[in-house]
């Protein structure tokens, strides 16, 4: 890891922040009366679960491949905390009340994100495979969410059935790439000929890409859909 650029580092810290702060601020929206406690406690869940992550990395909790799968094992994590707020009522008003325009607006960020995986390519700390000279096609859906945002659910126009298509299309294409990505991983591949495993989300900062932005795109994804389907007041987007 000590091939790569800074700056791929430098890239990659920035996309973080940039989750955080569409994070934050739709859920400031979203609870207006109690801004400064509900958003204050968030982000503060957000930034201590990145901090816990990140004290691992460095301890080498994630390299340490024997035994269970360790890094599975926290995304499951973070997926698992993801259904529980969607179904808990009390957390489900909250995330109705999300402003679906900043949920699509987040997903711009997959675009310097499929930078930054090409650039691992490029140093050899991920494989191609996972980059758009392969099979990741990701980075469509970053490219095309800006107009999706503005032109399936912002105030310039509607179309509640071409966002609830847009948003599907988008997870496939996001659950196809980590398929790759699991598929590569050392726990589940060895490398043969002139192929590389799936090693640089194994260390810092790249670990936040499956343990934090990836879940944070699934999540905005489904609240988005959730909104897309069970709110009747289209006007309310």
């Given at each position: 890891m000590e091939d790569i650029p800074g700056y791929v580092a430098g890239t990659f810290i920035a996309i973080v922040i940039a989750v955080l702060s569409f994070l934050y601020y739709a859920i400031s929206v979203a609870t207006p009366g109690k801004k400064n406690l509900t958003s204050s406690l968030a982000i503060t869940f957000l930034v201590?679960?990145?901090?816990?992550?990140?004290?691992?990395?460095?301890?080498?909790?994630?390299?340490?491949?024997?035994?269970?799968?360790?890094?599975?094992?926290?995304v499951g994590f973070t997926l698992v905390a993801i259904l529980f707020f969607l179904v808990w009522p009390r957390s489900r008003?909250?995330?109705?009340?999300?402003?679906?325009?900043?949920?699509?607006?987040?997903?711009?960020?997959?675009?310097?994100?499929?930078?930054?995986?090409w650039w691992l390519a490029?140093?050899?700390?991920?494989p191609i495979d996972m980059t758009f000279e392969g099979s990741n096609m990701d980075i469509i859906s970053g490219i095309s969410a800006p107009f999706a945002a503005v032109f399936m659910v912002g105030a310039r126009s509607k179309s509640r059935i071409g966002a609830i298509i847009w948003n599907l299309i988008a997870?496939?294409?996001?659950?196809?790439?980590?398929?790759?990505?699991v598929s590569f991983m050392p726990y589940f591949f060895t490398p043969t000929g002139g192929q590389v495993a799936n090693l640089g989300v194994f260390y810092f900062p790249y670990i936040?890409?499956?343990?934090?932005?990836?879940p944070a795109i699934i999540f905005s994804h489904l609240v988005s859909l959730m909104q897309l389907i069970f709110k009747k007041d289209q006007s309310q987007f």
């Open positions: 201590g679960w990145i901090f816990f992550v990140c004290v691992q990395t460095f301890n080498g909790y994630f390299t340490s491949l024997s035994g269970f799968p360790r890094l599975p094992m926290f008003a909250l995330l109705m009340n999300m402003p679906v325009t900043t949920l699509h607006y987040i997903h711009i960020v997959r675009v310097p994100v499929e930078m930054v995986l490029v140093s050899r700390a991920i997870l496939g294409l996001l659950f196809y790439v980590v398929n790759i990505a936040l890409l499956p343990t934090f932005v990836v």
